[in-house]
């Protein structure tokens, strides 16, 4: 077909709605642009809101009518608003409820944090960390205080699960108001690194890699050392390209803020062949050892099929940068029913003591599974071994 014709094919169903769709919210918003300077203060006194409007499926056509309406709002169409907001069926997603709950905390939030938990009891969706997100735009530390307090588990829940208290970090953040880091820091050491992940996570999805690496090489002191890590792993998880380039000259260095392992770990759930193979070109060293053994755990965990695959097809060359990953394969085909393959696997690997210490591993399941059998291996196998009490012990030999 040529191009005139391809030119004058007409366009299908689909692709018209779409045009229509998305050239009528361009429209609208400059259009709203254009009024929101020209239209004098009380012409938007009663929000249009239709009554199909709400109840309409599909969730950017909801959005679409619904956002210029609340976007234009004043704080004395609250109770017009709300009672539309309510009378909505509860269930089919919540996008309204997060618009309308973003409007009101802006100029109350105390109030709509009442509001959000009263709907979150009675239907059980989530509102209130939407509520939190826009309420520590304005106020962050009051934002804090409550969404500590909101703990659905009480003293049990650690800070960093608390949905609200996440949310507040968000808004934080967006606020620009001093005391975030601070916070942060001076946090107990588990909940201290739950929220920098978090931290790095938000600021990886809005900056460019370079800008948000230069953003955490710009903390202070030991700072510096724990959000890099964290920076790397929200990277590697997103743009593992960029993680790796941004890394190496710490890695070529001596890495000893462990950005090997923490790209690794988050690189292998999407693509595994690669991080190995990259993992396999890094500085030789425990970084190196540690980041294999993660990586390896983490992908045998994911997609066991997959990791087997690889360990074997790299059985006759047995490399030297792959035995933690190796160490790790021959317990879990030991733990799927296969003994003597994982120990043939562990008596492969060149360092005596992992030698002793996965076959002792293996040979103590065996033990308990079927104790002739490992008898006899060992026995075949002229393993030395010794039993102090119940317990298996091998021997160098």
Partial sequence: M??????????SPRSRSTFRLYGGLFAGLALGLLLSAQIPPGVFNRPSISASLLSEPGLIERTVGFAPVIAFARPELLEPLRERIEAMEPGRQNADLLLFGDWWARFDPEATDRWAKAYEDRHGLSVRPGVFRAWARRDPYVALEQAEKSSTWGD???????????????????????????????SDEIDRQALMQIWARERAAMMAPDAVWDWAERFPGTMRKEMLPAVAAALAARRPADAVRLATPYLEAGDTLGLLQRISTRWVKREPRATMDWISTTPEGRMRDNAVLEAARNWNTRDRKGFARYMEEHLDDFPEWLE???????????????????LAIAQRLRKQSRRDYNTTKILRHWLLLDRPAARSWIEDNGVRSVFRGSRLVISSS
Avoid at 2 to 11: H, I, L, M, V
Avoid at 175 to 184: A, K, T, V, Y
Avoid at 324 to 342: C, M, Q, T
């Fill in 324 to 342: 933690p990953a190796f160490e790790l394969y021959s317990r879990s085909l030991a733990a799927d029913g296969s003994p003597v393959s994982g």
């Fill in 2 to 11: 040529s191009r005139k014709d391809d030119a004058n094919r007409p366009s």
């Fill in 156 to 186: 049990e829940q650690a800070v960093w699960q608390n949905p609200n208290v996440s949310a507040v970090m968000k808004g934080w953040d967006e606020s620009g108001r001093p005391g975030l880091r601070q916070w942060i820091f001076e």
